[in-house]
């Protein structure tokens, strides 16, 4: 079992819906909690970070964690089709540094 | 723009050959991590140096080497290159060792294609 899980979709929705990305984990001393956003043939771009549990809102992003549930959440409001990338979720221990931990990534499609 | 940068974009080599990569990180960073990204495999780490000295390894093939020189620029070097190490580079950075804050900054990668 891989310490992070994500599906890698492909996940296809229209514009204006309202997107939902998952990760879960085994790893009960991870911390730090983040979101990456990568466009195609691109670095990955740092979207969101939360430290412990909570939600954390960004413009039209909203990143929860649920530690209890080892579950970690990016929500997208009013998608647009810019927003069509891959989304790896990331997260590491006290410790940070290579003990981060990246998800497989997701492969958003926002259709105009 | 995140503030890291690595050269060459594109490198296109034959089978057997040698290549370095070169990273600059962000200014202020003192670590630097490299990933190799390839379809299948999604982000691999392959080290980490911080402030001129190795400091972690992951999953790096004896055959690839990397070092951090006192300008804290970063070369990833690649020999006897193969088919299956074409794939995406990718240099990041944080200001320290352990980060504390786990996030890292990403340059755009250099796209290796062995023939």
């Known amino acids: 079992q891989k310490e992070v899980e994500q599906d890698p979709g492909p996940l296809s929705v229209p514009e204006g819906a309202i997107v939902s990305l998952n990760c879960t984990y085994s790893?009960?001393?991870?911390?730090?909690f983040m979101w990456y956003r990568q466009y195609s043939r691109k670095g990955p771009e740092l979207l969101m970070y939360t430290y412990s549990s909570g939600n954390k809102e960004d413009g039209r992003f909203t990143a929860q964690v649920d530690k209890s549930s080892k579950y970690i959440s990016l929500f997208i409001r009013d998608s647009q089709p810019s927003d069509s990338a891959t989304y790896l979720c990331a997260m590491s221990p006290p410790t940070g540094g290579f003990k981060t931990i990246f998800g497989a990534g997701t492969r958003l499609f926002v259709k105009a | 723009d995140s503030g890291v940068t690595q050269t060459p974009k594109h490198l296109i080599t034959a089978t057997g050959q040698r290549v370095t990569l070169r990273c600059s990180p962000r200014s202020g960073d003192l670590s630097v991590y490299w990933y190799q990204q390839s379809l299948d495999q999604g982000l691999q780490f392959l080290i980490q140096?911080?402030?001129?000295?190795?400091?972690a390894k992951g999953n790096i093939l004896e055959r690839f080497s990397a070092q951090q020189f006192p300008d804290l620029h970063s070369e990833l070097n690649l020999s006897s290159l193969e088919l299956g190490d074409s794939a995406l580079y990718f240099c990041?950075?944080?200001?320290?060792?352990?980060?504390?804050?786990?996030?890292?900054?990403f340059g755009p990668g250099t796209r290796l294609t062995v023939t």
């Open positions: 990041a950075s944080s200001v320290g060792a352990t980060t504390g804050r786990g996030e890292q900054y």
């Open positions: 140096y911080y402030n001129g000295e190795e400091r």
């Open positions: 790893n009960s001393a991870f911390q730090y």
